[in-house]
Structure formats: structure tokens, C-alpha cells
């Protein structure tokens, strides 16, 4: 084993092969001290306007999962009601009909947000990809740029609370599963400063799982006082 060590093998078995030969790439430069020579960062290139960035998430090619035919379903509602949801991303339905949350889950989630005494128009629903994946589940490198989307879009939206759905949201934003990150706030960094936050679970589950609502229905709850004046 110190032999294969002094070699340089340092893992033994890794997932990609490596060209052990190859010499190592060369430092680069020291940075120039102009900072308008430093490289942009994805958040400074961003618009910096919520109805610019809601133009560019209908035309950007560069979205996680973006195909030409693919249905892309952007954000809906109304940025300024206080209050924001953020799905993971369109269900198989929501392509379908050209909207979040559509389909039984949908009729049951417009039920949730009576109760709470809230609707669409009072509301303002997005989602942490505009588009489905094949499988309708997130590669970890998708993960990463929609949640840097995600944090960018909530920034610019501030709203007074943020509603999170579903375990692939709360893991993006949060770093936790939703199992964890349920009943309690959360507080998440954006370049406008830190954004209140809950998780609580999906419509699409609660139909499955109608044992859960009454933990869904203790999340809406501290919502809505979280959302008192």
C-alpha cells in the first residue's frame, strides 16, 4: 500500500478514469488587481429587476432541464401579496395544463391556501425549475443552479414569507431534508438580506398520505400567524 502511495494513487476506486501520466495544470496567474478584469459571478449577471428576471426565466436557454418542446411554466400570482410558494418543479399534470400546481393536487392545494385565507391571486407561486426533467427529479448539479436561481428570484420578490413544498426544495434551499426542516423558521441569505421561511409537505403526497395533513395543517397555521401584521 505505501508503494502504490508514493506512486501517487490516492483513492482506489474512483468513477471516472484518470490519466495518472498527465503532469498538473500549471497555477494560474495572479489576478489583476482591476477589478473589472475579475470574473462575474452568476448572481451579478442576473437581472436585477423581478420583471426582468421574470422575462429572462421565459426566454433563457440556459435553465436547468431547457429542451425547445419542453412545457416551460413560469411564476404566477401576485409578487407583492407577501407571501411566496415555491414548488420543485411541474408535475407530469402541470405540463399537461400549462400551470403550477394543477390537477387534483392542485385543487387541493387552492383548498390549503383558503384555509389561511388565501388564493392564487394572493399569492405569488413559483418553482425551483420552470421545466420537468425526463424522470422528474434533480441531478445534484441541477440542484445547485436552481437554488442559486431560486435564492436570486426570492431576493428580488421579497416577500414577507416564503413557503417551500416538498423535500427537493428544502434540501436546495435549506440544506435539510423536509422531514427535518418542518415546523420551525428558517432564514434564507439573499442579496436583499434573509427571507423567513417554512417547509411543509406537498399536496401531491398528502394525497397519497392523508395521515399527514394534520402536520401539514400545523405548517399552514404557523404560517398564517407568521403573516399577521
Given amino acids: 500500500?505505501?508503494?502504490?502511495?508514493?506512486?501517487?494513487?490516492?483513492?482506489?476506486?474512483?468513477?471516472?478514469?484518470?490519466?495518472?501520466?498527465?503532469?498538473?495544470a500549471r497555477m494560474p496567474d495572479a489576478v489583476s488587481a482591476d477589478p473589472e478584469a475579475a470574473p462575474k459571478t452568476r448572481e451579478e449577471t442576473l437581472p436585477d429587476r423581478l420583471d426582468l428576471f421574470q422575462a429572462w426565466l421565459k426566454?433563457?436557454?440556459?435553465?436547468?432541464?431547457?429542451?425547445?418542446?419542453?412545457?416551460?411554466?413560469?411564476?404566477?400570482?401576485?409578487?407583492a401579496a407577501g407571501l411566496m410558494v415555491m414548488t420543485d418543479m411541474p408535475a407530469a399534470d402541470d405540463c399537461r395544463s400549462g400551470a403550477?400546481?394543477?390537477?387534483?393536487?392542485?385543487?387541493?392545494f387552492d383548498r390549503m391556501m383558503a384555509a389561511i385565507e388565501r388564493d392564487r391571486n394572493s399569492l405569488y407561486l413559483a418553482?425551483?425549475?420552470?421545466?420537468?426533467?425526463?424522470?422528474?427529479?434533480?441531478?445534484?448539479?441541477?440542484?445547485?443552479q436552481c437554488a442559486?436561481?431560486?435564492?436570486?428570484?426570492?431576493?428580488?420578490?421579497?416577500?414577507?414569507?416564503?413557503?417551500?413544498?416538498?423535500?427537493?426544495?428544502s434540501k436546495a434551499?435549506?440544506?435539510?431534508p423536509m422531514a427535518q426542516a418542518r415546523g420551525r423558521w428558517h432564514e434564507i441569505a439573499t442579496h436583499a438580506g434573509p427571507i423567513r421561511t417554512l417547509v411543509t409537505i406537498p399536496p401531491s403526497y398528502l394525497l397519497d398520505q392523508p395521515s399527514a395533513k394534520a402536520l401539514a395543517w400545523a405548517d399552514l397555521q404557523m404560517l398564517a400567524q407568521g403573516l399577521k401584521p
Fill in 59 to 79: 426566454d433563457s436557454d440556459t435553465l436547468a432541464f431547457a429542451a425547445p418542446a419542453a412545457p416551460r411554466l413560469c411564476p404566477s400570482g401576485d409578487p
Fill in 100 to 108: 403550477l400546481l394543477a390537477g387534483e393536487a392542485g385543487q387541493l
Fill in 1 to 24: 500500500m505505501q508503494w502504490w502511495a508514493d506512486a501517487g494513487v490516492d483513492v482506489l476506486v474512483d468513477e471516472a478514469p484518470r490519466d495518472w501520466l498527465r503532469p498538473p
Fill in 127 to 144: 418553482a425551483l425549475s420552470c421545466f420537468r426533467s425526463p424522470d422528474g427529479r434533480f441531478t445534484s448539479q441541477a440542484a445547485v
Fill in 173 to 176: 434551499l435549506l440544506g435539510l
Fill in 148 to 169: 442559486d436561481l431560486a435564492r436570486h428570484h426570492v431576493g428580488l420578490v421579497q416577500p414577507r414569507a416564503l413557503l417551500l413544498f416538498g423535500d427537493a426544495c
